[in-house]
């Protein structure tokens, strides 16, 4: 947020602290300095990419290849490191 | 019964915790509760301890949750997880209140180290001793992460951090590492198991059992912290891996059945505990970490290696012999 | 025989105004913690999670007995410590049961920071405080002191006079936590052994009517992360986050929600009190005041020792002296309102503290009573008595060295000294 868009005040906001916007509006994508690039030749569809990553950034397409989400992914090549078959190379944003 | 969980029906299952939380790049902790959501089977509340999960998770006004969750204190989990399932049970029984609608809700803790091992520990003892039907997820990536690295009960030996500094004096923490999944086991509850998310299936899998079983369930998870343990982030699964392999962190499972404590060696320590040559000394997991780095730099302190491999091997022999193994 | 004895009784009744109402109120011989106890069987929350501490461990006791017994719903957690009793209320509160616990002095010391995450989450919890020293030394018997330590944790306070204002409080607490405009948890405060462990006449309602009365537990709504107005409470068809992480930026707005709520808390604290006279033939109100019409000199305070206070003022007034009390019910939020009202043209006021406020001037009740006066043009000469501490007894004796004092400053019109402290040894 920045420091000039007005923030709602307390009679606006939900009481008792509850958080009402989804985190998903909140773009880390821009943390990377490093993107995950991945080379659908050598990819065998294991899904790991998908399983080890923190942040849910690489989803399953509906042809069951993997798609790195650019929006939230921090660059932090886990995806990378444990592809079986080095599919994933990781490259400067 | 389990049903059989495959990587397929896991993958395939919607993540319950959305990306744009604020966890570090390659933070553990991040791939355990997704893989811990994907094992669900049904409507879930979660409760939260206090630490780097909740605090990057919910800074408001955003939060990443799917799923009902609620943050108390920082060592009341246990207890917080308990008043949410009493008052499911209460609604149930008199079939009345907002949440008697469901046939049944599983009720979840998250806490890292800091409040399990310590400042929690005594509100873990009295949920298991009260056998409220919940699951409790430790995510141990020991130390007080979230307030800078201080040294926690689930500090390994030797270990930088903060408060327990590799000094010209003392290297690292003094104490050894508390064997907390072995002290729920002797709380006699229906379930406890160790896990790593190097070996995602496994550790869904018994995630999945400690929900489906009746009273509390403990599963501990080693959480590799990139930042604190000193490693470049798309190491974590790797060291997660190695963790097992040199058994220093064993993986296990223990239920409390007809009376006794059964112990059961998960299958990717059961193949070490079948064939001793595949055990790697614990060499090769700590010179891969920064924490641990002033026991090979400026001069390599092989007596404390040693102290500490002897302190992995005790502990190893410990679960091979409650496993039936020796 | 058993017919006269009934129309004995119901004379008894009519006399004594109950019999106005169609209600039929049974006289139940109770002490504080029993009175309490069995408010909470007529409620029947879902959660009771407490620990006992002398000297609220009746309440804890009876309501076991009521648990084992089959005669409520409530699923009795036996927590392992105070703070655990607390939390497991917050969490129970969270997922849309009526959660209820009890403790006293240290015991609320222990839970003291979830009393503030309780408040902040705004789960209208209820607690009875059976009011104890706090330690050290450690000392069982009945001061302000634990329920002063929480008076900025954002829970309504009231403070009972007697057994029957316990019964009856502990009941209509409900309504008043769970009022829509409020939303705030709340703490019946009773003088542990005093009252807790002291018989007493308690007239009690009948089932149907505390239920009907408190009704069923309502949520408000509020947007969630997912921009949809759901039910206040965690359900996992309309999930919602409960205790996330405030920076600098968000903090002062959650505040300011809490304060807005205490300021609407009076006004349903009264509507409250009279909703129950209707139904009991009692009616309570933020404070109350006993002869004070044409005082002038006055006393102000808090529990059971206004009611010791009533026979002290009746014997002054038998020999001609103007006095009065005003006896505060709610101490959070604070009546100053109405305090104002009703003691403004009063010439000389005693405030009576059962609390010490090591390093301040004064006592706690003495600091709010004098500072709601400040801006007033006529202001009476207020004094502070503390009073009490640790259990030192408080008979008409020790109180009427207070009026004394207290008409020598009207004869003076000086306080020789603002701070006194009544009972101890020098």
């Not at chain 2, 029984?93 to 609608?101: E, H, I, M, V």
């Not at chain 2, 040199?246 to 079948?274: H, M, N, Q």
């Not at chain 3, 010791?308 to 019910?329: M, Q």
Request: contains cysteine.
């Amino acid at each position: 947020m920045s420091l000039e868009e007005k923030l709602p005040g307390w009679k606006e906001i939900p009481i008792g602290g509850v958080p009402f916007k989804p985190s998903t509006e909140y773009k880390t994508g821009d943390w990377k300095v490093f993107k995950p690039v991945i080379n659908y030749e050598k990819c065998t569809k294991c899904m790991f990419c998908h399983i080890y990553c923190p942040d849910g950034a690489i989803k399953i397409k509906e042809d069951g290849f993997p798609e790195p989400d650019y929006d939230f992914c921090k660059g932090c090549g886990i995806c990378a490191e444990e592809c079986p078959v080095k599919a994933i190379e990781m490259v400067k944003d | 019964m389990a049903e059989k969980l495959t990587l397929k029906d896991i993958a395939k299952k919607p993540d319950l915790l959305m990306p744009g939380h604020r966890l570090c790049a390659g933070c553990a902790a991040g791939t355990i509760v997704r893989l811990a959501l994907k094992a669900t089977r049904g409507p879930v509340i979660l409760a939260n301890a206090t630490g780097c999960l909740e605090v990057a998770t919910t800074i408001f006004p955003y939060s990443s949750w799917k799923v009902p969750w609620i943050h108390n204190a920082f060592e009341n989990v246990a207890a917080t997880a308990s008043g949410i399932e009493a008052a499911f049970r209460a609604m149930k029984k008199a079939n009345k209140g907002p949440l008697a609608k469901y046939e049944h809700i599983d009720v979840i803790a998250f806490a890292g180290d800091g409040g399990t091992y310590d400042i929690g520990f005594q509100a873990l003892s009295g949920a298991f001793e009260r056998g409220h039907d919940f699951l409790y997820i430790l995510y141990d990536n020991e130390a007080y992460m979230n307030t800078g690295i201080q040294r926690s009960g689930g500090t390994p030996r030797c270990a930088w951090t903060t408060t327990s500094p590799a000094g010209k004096v003392i290297p690292g923490k003094r104490e050894w590492k508390k064997p907390i999944a072995r002290i729920a086991a002797e709380h006699e509850i229906p379930y406890v198991a160790t896990a790593s998310i190097a070996y995602p299936m496994d550790f869904v899998r018994k995630v999945r059992k400690g929900l489906e079983v009746e009273g509390p369930a403990f599963i501990h998870v080693l959480s590799p912290c990139t930042r604190g343990w000193r490693y470049p982030p798309e190491k974590t699964i790797k060291i997660a891996k190695l963790a097992v392999e040199t058994c220093f962190f064993p993986l296990w499972e223990a239920e409390f059945k007809e009376g006794d404590i059964v112990y059961t060696l998960s299958s990717p320590s059961e193949r070490i505990a079948r064939k001793p040559e595949l055990k790697k000394p614990i060499e090769e997991y700590l010179k891969l970490q920064g924490r641990f780095s002033h026991l090979f730099r400026p001069k390599k302190r092989d007596d404390l290696i040693s102290e500490i491999q002897r302190w992995v091997d005790y502990e190893w022999k410990m679960i091979l012999k409650r496993c039936g193994k020796l | 025989m058993q017919r006269n004895a009934l129309l004995k009784l119901l004379k008894w009744l009519k006399i004594s105004g109950v019999c106005k109402m169609e209600i039929k109120q049974i006289l139940m011989g109770l002490n504080g913690d029993e009175a309490v106890a069995y408010a909470i069987k007529q409620v029947d929350p879902d959660v009771v999670a407490a620990y006992p501490i002398t000297p609220q461990t009746i309440i804890v006791e009876r309501f076991s007995e009521y648990v084992a017994d089959g005669e409520v719903h409530t699923e009795f957690i036996s927590v392992e410590s105070e703070h655990s009793a607390l939390s497991a209320c917050v969490g129970a509160a969270a997922a849309g049961a009526r959660a209820f616990t009890a403790t006293a002095a240290n015991g609320l010391a222990l839970m003291w920071e979830i009393l503030y995450i309780a408040a902040s989450c705004r789960l209208p919890i209820v607690m009875a405080i059976v009011n104890r020293a706090l330690s050290g030394p450690i000392n069982i018997h009945p001061d302000h002191s634990d329920a002063m330590g929480a008076r900025d944790s954002g829970w309504i306070q009231i403070f009972c006079e007697n057994s029957q204002e316990a019964y009856d409080s502990t009941i209509q607490a409900w309504r008043i936590a769970e009022h829509p405009d409020v939303q705030l948890p709340v703490m019946v405060c009773l003088d542990g052994f005093v009252l807790g462990h002291t018989l007493e006449n308690v007239m009690t309602l009948p089932d149907e009517v505390v239920k009907k009365f408190i009704g069923e537990r309502k949520f408000v709504t509020v947007r969630n992360h997912f921009g949809k107005e759901v039910p206040f409470i965690l359900d996992p068809e309309n999930p919602i986050t409960i205790g996330p992480l405030d920076l600098y930026d968000f903090y002062f707005e959650h505040k300011m929600q809490q304060i807005h709520a205490m300021e609407n808390a009076p006004r349903v604290i009264e509507e409250v009190g009279k909703e129950y006279g209707k139904i009991s033939g009692r009616t309570y109100g933020l404070v109350h005041p006993y002869k004070l019409e044409d005082a002038e000199i006055a006393i102000i305070g808090l529990g059971s020792t206004m009611g010791t206070a009533k026979i002290v003022v009746d014997r002054l007034r038998e020999k001609g002296i103007k006095v009065g009390l005003l006896r505060i019910r709610s101490f959070r939020p604070f009546p100053a309102q109405q305090i104002i009202e009703h003691l403004k043209d009063k010439k000389v006021i005693g405030v009576l503290d059962r609390a010490a406020s090591f390093g301040a001037y004064g006592g706690p009740l003495f600091n709010e009573v004098r500072n709601a006066f400040y801006d007033q043009d006529v202001k009476p000469l207020i004094s502070n008595y503390i009073y009490g501490l640790g259990g030192r007894d408080m008979p008409p004796q020790r109180l009427m060295i207070i009026f004394e004092d207290l008409q020598k400053i009207m004869e003076t019109k000086r306080i020789e000294k603002t701070v006194k402290y009544i009972g101890v040894r020098e």
